[in-house]
Protein backbone atom coordinates (compact mmCIF):
# COMPACT_ATOMS: atom_id res chain seq x y z
CA UNK A 1 0.00 0.00 0.00
CA UNK A 2 1.21 3.40 -0.30
CA UNK A 3 0.35 6.17 2.11
CA UNK A 4 2.14 8.80 0.26
CA UNK A 5 1.88 9.24 -3.90
CA UNK A 6 5.72 9.64 -3.13
CA UNK A 7 5.76 5.79 -2.26
CA UNK A 8 3.65 4.62 -5.37
CA UNK A 9 5.77 6.95 -7.95
CA UNK A 10 8.73 4.69 -6.11
CA UNK A 11 7.14 1.54 -6.61
CA UNK A 12 6.00 2.03 -9.81
CA UNK A 13 8.79 3.79 -11.47
CA UNK A 14 11.97 3.30 -9.22
CA UNK A 15 12.93 6.98 -8.13
CA UNK A 16 12.12 8.81 -5.38
CA UNK A 17 10.60 12.10 -5.61
CA UNK A 18 9.47 13.32 -2.03
CA UNK A 19 6.03 15.07 -1.92
CA UNK A 20 3.71 16.26 1.09
CA UNK A 21 0.69 14.47 -1.02
CA UNK A 22 -1.35 11.52 0.81
CA UNK A 23 -2.46 9.26 -1.53
CA UNK A 24 -6.25 8.93 -0.08
CA UNK A 25 -6.01 12.71 -0.32
CA UNK A 26 -4.94 12.84 -4.24
CA UNK A 27 -7.82 10.68 -4.90
CA UNK A 28 -10.52 12.53 -3.46
CA UNK A 29 -9.20 15.85 -5.29
CA UNK A 30 -9.03 13.34 -8.29
CA UNK A 31 -12.94 12.81 -7.34
CA UNK A 32 -14.00 16.08 -7.20
CA UNK A 33 -12.50 17.31 -10.82
CA UNK A 34 -14.15 14.49 -11.90
CA UNK A 35 -17.24 15.25 -10.79
CA UNK A 36 -16.58 18.94 -11.48
CA UNK A 37 -15.82 17.82 -15.24
CA UNK A 38 -18.93 15.95 -15.83
CA UNK A 39 -21.51 18.18 -13.99
CA UNK A 40 -20.07 21.21 -15.84
CA UNK A 41 -20.35 19.24 -19.27
CA UNK A 42 -23.88 18.11 -18.51
CA UNK A 43 -25.42 21.80 -17.62
CA UNK A 44 -23.77 22.95 -20.34
CA UNK A 45 -25.60 20.46 -22.49
CA UNK A 46 -28.96 20.97 -21.08
CA UNK A 47 -28.98 24.47 -21.52
CA UNK A 48 -28.08 24.25 -25.41
CA UNK A 49 -31.26 21.83 -25.65
CA UNK A 50 -33.27 24.19 -23.92
CA UNK A 51 -33.97 22.51 -20.57
CA UNK A 52 -31.81 25.56 -18.88
CA UNK A 53 -31.70 29.26 -19.70
CA UNK A 54 -29.46 31.88 -18.36
CA UNK A 55 -30.64 33.92 -15.44
CA UNK A 56 -29.93 37.25 -13.92
CA UNK A 57 -27.66 38.17 -11.01
CA UNK A 58 -27.86 41.53 -9.35
CA UNK A 59 -23.72 42.86 -8.76
CA UNK A 60 -22.09 46.04 -7.34
CA UNK A 61 -19.94 47.57 -10.33
CA UNK A 62 -17.22 49.62 -9.25
CA UNK A 63 -17.67 48.17 -5.50
CA UNK A 64 -15.66 50.34 -3.26
CA UNK A 65 -12.95 48.32 -0.99
CA UNK A 66 -13.69 48.66 2.58
CA UNK A 67 -11.26 48.73 5.62
CA UNK A 68 -12.95 44.99 6.23
CA UNK A 69 -11.76 44.07 2.84
CA UNK A 70 -7.87 45.18 3.69
CA UNK A 71 -7.98 43.45 7.10
CA UNK A 72 -9.43 40.18 5.38
CA UNK A 73 -6.88 39.86 2.49
CA UNK A 74 -4.15 40.77 4.95
CA UNK A 75 -4.85 38.01 7.41
CA UNK A 76 -5.20 35.45 4.50
CA UNK A 77 -1.97 36.70 2.86
CA UNK A 78 -0.10 36.64 6.54
CA UNK A 79 -1.48 33.23 6.55
CA UNK A 80 -0.18 31.94 3.50
CA UNK A 81 3.02 33.16 4.17
CA UNK A 82 3.74 32.27 7.74
CA UNK A 83 2.63 28.25 6.56
CA UNK A 84 4.48 28.91 2.51
CA UNK A 85 7.76 29.96 3.98
CA UNK A 86 7.81 27.18 6.42
CA UNK A 87 7.40 24.94 3.99
CA UNK A 88 10.16 25.76 1.83
CA UNK A 89 12.40 26.02 5.27
CA UNK A 90 11.31 22.81 6.27
CA UNK A 91 10.39 20.62 3.78
CA UNK A 92 11.47 17.67 5.29
CA UNK A 93 8.66 17.70 8.23
CA UNK A 94 6.08 19.07 5.89
CA UNK A 95 6.74 15.80 3.72
CA UNK A 96 6.80 13.44 6.90
CA UNK A 97 3.67 14.72 8.30
CA UNK A 98 1.43 17.43 6.23
CA UNK A 99 -1.40 17.11 8.06
CA UNK A 100 0.10 17.87 11.43
CA UNK A 101 2.56 20.48 9.81
CA UNK A 102 -0.46 22.16 8.56
CA UNK A 103 -2.12 22.06 11.47
CA UNK A 104 0.29 22.85 14.25
CA UNK A 105 1.50 26.68 15.36
CA UNK A 106 4.70 26.09 13.31
CA UNK A 107 5.51 28.56 10.36
CA UNK A 108 7.61 31.97 9.82
CA UNK A 109 6.85 35.34 11.30
CA UNK A 110 8.95 36.45 8.14
CA UNK A 111 6.85 34.85 6.02
CA UNK A 112 3.74 36.21 7.67
CA UNK A 113 5.25 39.75 7.74
CA UNK A 114 5.77 39.48 3.63
CA UNK A 115 2.38 37.74 2.83
CA UNK A 116 0.61 40.46 4.33
CA UNK A 117 2.01 43.28 3.55
CA UNK A 118 1.83 42.19 -0.31
CA UNK A 119 -1.93 41.25 0.18
CA UNK A 120 -2.19 45.14 1.65
CA UNK A 121 -0.67 46.09 -1.58
CA UNK A 122 -2.51 44.60 -3.91
CA UNK A 123 -6.19 45.45 -2.36
CA UNK A 124 -4.35 49.34 -2.12
CA UNK A 125 -3.97 48.50 -6.05
CA UNK A 126 -6.88 47.85 -6.53
CA UNK A 127 -8.74 50.47 -4.28
CA UNK A 128 -6.31 53.26 -6.32
CA UNK A 129 -7.89 51.97 -9.50
CA UNK A 130 -10.96 52.56 -8.29
CA UNK A 131 -10.81 56.09 -7.00
CA UNK A 132 -13.39 58.55 -8.53
CA UNK A 133 -15.47 56.11 -9.67
CA UNK A 134 -19.29 55.34 -8.39
CA UNK A 135 -20.35 52.07 -7.12
CA UNK A 136 -23.70 50.94 -9.53
CA UNK A 137 -25.99 48.50 -9.19
CA UNK A 138 -26.22 46.10 -12.69
CA UNK A 139 -27.68 43.08 -13.78
CA UNK A 140 -24.83 40.45 -14.29
CA UNK A 141 -26.47 37.15 -17.15
CA UNK A 142 -25.57 34.49 -15.78
CA UNK A 143 -25.02 30.56 -17.25
CA UNK A 144 -25.85 27.85 -14.93
CA UNK A 145 -22.32 26.12 -15.48
CA UNK A 146 -20.80 29.26 -14.11
CA UNK A 147 -21.92 28.18 -10.29
CA UNK A 148 -19.57 24.82 -10.49
CA UNK A 149 -17.15 26.75 -8.75
CA UNK A 150 -19.08 27.44 -6.28
CA UNK A 151 -20.77 24.49 -5.87
CA UNK A 152 -17.02 22.04 -5.68
CA UNK A 153 -16.41 24.61 -2.39
CA UNK A 154 -19.69 23.83 -1.15
CA UNK A 155 -19.23 20.15 -1.77
CA UNK A 156 -15.70 20.18 -0.52
CA UNK A 157 -16.39 21.37 2.64
CA UNK A 158 -19.85 20.29 3.05
CA UNK A 159 -19.18 16.88 2.18
CA UNK A 160 -16.01 16.82 4.49
CA UNK A 161 -18.15 17.75 7.43
CA UNK A 162 -21.07 15.18 6.82
CA UNK A 163 -18.16 12.09 6.00
CA UNK A 164 -16.56 13.24 9.55
CA UNK A 165 -19.56 13.74 11.36
CA UNK A 166 -21.25 10.26 10.28
CA UNK A 167 -18.09 8.65 10.87
CA UNK A 168 -17.39 9.77 14.32
CA UNK A 169 -21.13 8.92 15.04
CA UNK A 170 -21.03 5.53 13.80
CA UNK A 171 -17.44 5.12 15.53
CA UNK A 172 -17.97 7.08 18.99
CA UNK A 173 -15.57 4.93 20.36
CA UNK A 174 -12.90 6.06 18.15
CA UNK A 175 -13.56 9.38 17.96
CA UNK A 176 -13.99 9.14 22.07
CA UNK A 177 -10.27 7.51 22.64
CA UNK A 178 -8.88 10.39 19.90
CA UNK A 179 -11.35 13.86 19.01
CA UNK A 180 -8.49 15.40 17.75
CA UNK A 181 -7.14 13.22 15.69
CA UNK A 182 -10.43 11.71 14.34
CA UNK A 183 -11.36 15.49 13.38
CA UNK A 184 -8.28 16.36 11.16
CA UNK A 185 -7.32 13.28 9.69
CA UNK A 186 -8.26 12.28 5.96
CA UNK A 187 -9.46 8.69 6.64
CA UNK A 188 -12.26 7.63 8.52
CA UNK A 189 -15.16 9.49 5.99
CA UNK A 190 -18.37 8.11 5.32
CA UNK A 191 -19.38 8.51 2.01
CA UNK A 192 -23.52 8.68 2.86
CA UNK A 193 -22.72 11.36 5.48
CA UNK A 194 -20.60 13.54 2.97
CA UNK A 195 -23.46 12.97 0.35
CA UNK A 196 -26.73 13.95 2.43
CA UNK A 197 -25.20 17.13 3.55
CA UNK A 198 -23.14 18.45 0.42
CA UNK A 199 -26.92 17.25 -1.70
CA UNK A 200 -28.73 19.30 0.33
CA UNK A 201 -26.54 22.81 0.31
CA UNK A 202 -25.94 22.34 -3.36
CA UNK A 203 -30.18 21.84 -4.15
CA UNK A 204 -30.33 25.05 -1.69
CA UNK A 205 -27.56 27.21 -3.46
CA UNK A 206 -28.66 26.38 -7.10
CA UNK A 207 -32.72 26.81 -6.33
CA UNK A 208 -31.32 30.36 -5.11
CA UNK A 209 -29.90 31.11 -8.50
CA UNK A 210 -32.60 29.71 -10.78
CA UNK A 211 -31.59 26.14 -11.29
CA UNK A 212 -34.57 23.63 -10.91
CA UNK A 213 -33.36 21.32 -8.05
CA UNK A 214 -34.44 18.09 -10.42
CA UNK A 215 -32.27 19.99 -13.40
CA UNK A 216 -29.27 19.96 -10.99
CA UNK A 217 -29.56 16.85 -9.79
CA UNK A 218 -29.65 14.61 -12.58
CA UNK A 219 -26.78 16.65 -13.83
CA UNK A 220 -24.87 15.51 -10.67
CA UNK A 221 -25.97 11.95 -10.62
CA UNK A 222 -23.23 10.45 -12.99
CA UNK A 223 -20.51 12.21 -11.67
CA UNK A 224 -21.05 11.45 -8.18
CA UNK A 225 -20.91 8.11 -8.78
CA UNK A 226 -17.78 8.64 -10.85
CA UNK A 227 -15.98 10.49 -8.03
CA UNK A 228 -17.22 7.45 -5.48
CA UNK A 229 -15.63 5.21 -7.46
CA UNK A 230 -12.34 7.41 -7.77
CA UNK A 231 -12.64 7.94 -4.03
CA UNK A 232 -12.40 3.95 -3.36
CA UNK A 233 -9.07 3.49 -5.93
CA UNK A 234 -7.77 5.85 -2.76
CA UNK A 235 -8.89 3.84 0.04
CA UNK A 236 -7.26 0.63 -1.52
CA UNK A 237 -3.90 2.29 -2.85
CA UNK A 238 -3.89 3.63 0.69
CA UNK A 239 -5.35 0.78 2.89
CA UNK A 240 -7.61 2.81 5.29
CA UNK A 241 -9.66 0.47 6.50
CA UNK A 242 -11.86 0.14 4.06
CA UNK A 243 -11.62 -3.57 3.53
CA UNK A 244 -13.46 -6.36 3.63
CA UNK A 245 -14.07 -9.50 6.20
CA UNK A 246 -11.15 -12.10 6.58
CA UNK A 247 -11.39 -14.30 3.59
CA UNK A 248 -9.02 -17.43 4.11
CA UNK A 249 -11.46 -19.57 1.05
CA UNK A 250 -8.92 -20.89 -1.54
CA UNK A 251 -9.18 -18.43 -4.93
CA UNK A 252 -12.03 -19.83 -7.12
CA UNK A 253 -10.80 -21.38 -10.27
CA UNK A 254 -13.07 -19.05 -12.10
CA UNK A 255 -10.62 -16.09 -11.21
CA UNK A 256 -7.53 -17.92 -11.93
CA UNK A 257 -6.41 -15.52 -14.59
CA UNK A 258 -6.03 -12.83 -12.27
CA UNK A 259 -3.41 -11.91 -9.39
CA UNK A 260 -4.32 -13.55 -6.09
CA UNK A 261 -4.94 -10.10 -4.33
CA UNK A 262 -8.10 -9.26 -6.33
CA UNK A 263 -9.63 -12.42 -4.40
CA UNK A 264 -7.41 -11.45 -0.77
CA UNK A 265 -5.27 -9.09 0.34
CA UNK A 266 -3.51 -8.41 3.12
CA UNK A 267 -2.99 -4.95 2.88
CA UNK A 268 0.67 -4.50 3.47
CA UNK A 269 2.38 -0.83 4.18
CA UNK A 270 -1.62 0.15 4.94
CA UNK A 271 -1.74 4.07 6.12
CA UNK A 272 -3.69 3.14 9.42
CA UNK A 273 -0.66 0.99 10.27
CA UNK A 274 -3.23 -2.32 11.67
CA UNK A 275 -2.10 -5.69 11.58
CA UNK A 276 1.18 -7.67 12.53
CA UNK A 277 4.77 -6.64 11.55
CA UNK A 278 6.09 -6.88 8.62
CA UNK A 279 9.30 -8.57 8.83
CA UNK A 280 12.54 -6.58 7.54
CA UNK A 281 10.33 -3.39 7.12
CA UNK A 282 11.63 -0.25 9.14
CA UNK A 283 10.04 2.92 9.09
CA UNK A 284 6.29 4.15 9.26
CA UNK A 285 3.83 1.35 7.98
CA UNK A 286 5.07 -1.39 8.33
CA UNK A 287 1.93 -3.58 9.26
CA UNK A 288 0.07 -6.06 6.61
CA UNK A 289 -3.53 -7.56 8.22
CA UNK A 290 -2.75 -10.98 9.75
CA UNK A 291 -5.52 -12.26 7.69
CA UNK A 292 -5.95 -11.38 4.29
CA UNK A 293 -9.50 -9.74 3.18
CA UNK A 294 -12.01 -9.04 0.60
CA UNK A 295 -10.31 -5.75 -0.90
CA UNK A 296 -13.64 -4.24 -1.09
CA UNK A 297 -12.82 -1.02 -2.22
CA UNK A 298 -11.44 -2.40 -5.36
CA UNK A 299 -14.66 -3.54 -6.08
CA UNK A 300 -16.49 -0.82 -5.41
CA UNK A 301 -14.11 1.61 -7.50
CA UNK A 302 -14.82 -1.17 -10.72
CA UNK A 303 -18.23 -0.99 -10.20
CA UNK A 304 -19.04 2.32 -9.19
CA UNK A 305 -17.00 3.47 -12.23
CA UNK A 306 -18.83 1.07 -14.73
CA UNK A 307 -21.81 2.18 -13.40
CA UNK A 308 -20.87 5.55 -14.38
CA UNK A 309 -20.44 4.74 -17.93
CA UNK A 310 -23.90 3.35 -17.39
CA UNK A 311 -24.91 6.33 -16.47
CA UNK A 312 -23.46 8.73 -18.77
CA UNK A 313 -24.34 6.80 -21.80
CA UNK A 314 -28.02 6.52 -20.74
CA UNK A 315 -28.54 10.12 -19.35
CA UNK A 316 -30.16 11.76 -22.91
CA UNK A 317 -33.02 9.39 -22.46
CA UNK A 318 -34.94 10.07 -19.08
CA UNK A 319 -37.05 13.16 -20.12
CA UNK A 320 -38.62 13.53 -16.77
CA UNK A 321 -36.75 16.05 -14.82
CA UNK A 322 -35.03 13.90 -11.38
CA UNK A 323 -35.57 10.32 -12.77
CA UNK A 324 -31.73 9.92 -13.25
CA UNK A 325 -31.43 10.99 -9.94
CA UNK A 326 -33.62 8.37 -8.96
CA UNK A 327 -31.79 5.59 -10.76
CA UNK A 328 -28.55 6.92 -9.50
CA UNK A 329 -29.81 6.34 -5.70
CA UNK A 330 -31.42 2.99 -6.70
CA UNK A 331 -27.90 1.95 -8.29
CA UNK A 332 -25.78 3.39 -5.58
CA UNK A 333 -28.01 1.99 -2.81
CA UNK A 334 -28.34 -1.53 -4.39
CA UNK A 335 -24.14 -1.88 -4.90
CA UNK A 336 -23.46 -0.55 -1.59
CA UNK A 337 -26.04 -2.76 0.20
CA UNK A 338 -24.47 -5.65 -1.78
CA UNK A 339 -20.74 -5.11 -0.90
CA UNK A 340 -22.01 -4.46 2.97
CA UNK A 341 -21.75 -8.21 3.21
CA UNK A 342 -18.36 -8.65 2.89
CA UNK A 343 -17.22 -5.50 4.63
CA UNK A 344 -15.90 -4.69 8.07
CA UNK A 345 -18.40 -2.22 10.10
CA UNK A 346 -19.88 -1.39 12.91
CA UNK A 347 -23.62 -2.68 13.40
CA UNK A 348 -26.19 -1.24 14.98
CA UNK A 349 -28.93 -4.11 16.72
CA UNK A 350 -32.66 -2.88 14.88
CA UNK A 351 -35.75 -5.19 15.76
CA UNK A 352 -33.49 -7.41 16.80
CA UNK A 353 -31.46 -7.80 13.42
CA UNK A 354 -27.43 -6.78 12.93
CA UNK A 355 -27.25 -3.88 10.22
CA UNK A 356 -24.43 -1.27 9.72
CA UNK A 357 -25.35 2.25 9.18
CA UNK A 358 -24.53 1.81 5.66
CA UNK A 359 -26.94 -0.86 4.70
CA UNK A 360 -29.59 1.23 6.40
CA UNK A 361 -28.44 4.56 4.99
CA UNK A 362 -28.46 2.19 0.96
CA UNK A 363 -31.82 0.71 1.86
CA UNK A 364 -33.58 4.34 2.11
CA UNK A 365 -31.90 5.68 -0.47
CA UNK A 366 -32.99 2.57 -3.07
CA UNK A 367 -36.34 2.71 -1.67
CA UNK A 368 -36.27 6.38 -1.99
CA UNK A 369 -35.24 6.08 -5.78
CA UNK A 370 -37.81 3.26 -6.42
CA UNK A 371 -40.90 5.92 -5.06
CA UNK A 372 -39.25 9.09 -6.31
CA UNK A 373 -39.09 7.02 -9.92
CA UNK A 374 -42.40 5.93 -9.54
CA UNK A 375 -44.06 9.94 -8.17
CA UNK A 376 -42.61 11.21 -11.15
CA UNK A 377 -43.19 9.42 -13.68
CA UNK A 378 -46.63 9.25 -12.40
CA UNK A 379 -47.09 12.94 -12.67
CA UNK A 380 -45.41 13.69 -15.88
CA UNK A 381 -46.66 10.31 -17.78
CA UNK A 382 -49.24 12.71 -19.82
CA UNK A 383 -45.91 14.83 -21.09
CA UNK A 384 -44.85 11.57 -22.49
CA UNK A 385 -48.16 10.83 -24.29
Not at 54 to 69: A, G, V
Not at 87 to 104: E, I
Not at 249 to 276: K, M, T
Not at 296 to 302: D, Q, S, V
Amino acid sequence: MYATISDLLRDLFGFNIPLPIQTFGFFMALSFAGAYWTTLNELKRKEASGLLHTFLRNSIKNEPITLIDFITATIIGAFIGFKGLEMVLDYDALVLNPQGFLLSGKGSWFGALIGGAYAYYIKWKEAKTLEGTQPEKVKVEMHPYELMGNIVAIAAIAGILGAKIFHNLENLDEFMADPMGSLISFSGLTFYGGLIVAAVLIIWYAGKNGVPAFMMMDAAAPGLMLAYGIGRIGCHLSGDGDWGIDNLAPQPGWLSFLPEWVWAYRYPHNVLSDGIPIAGCEGAHCNMLANPVFPTPLYEAIACILLFFLLWSMRKRFSIPGTLFCFYLILNGLERFLIEKIRVNTTYQIFGKHITQAELISSILFLSGIIGWYLLYKRNKHKLA
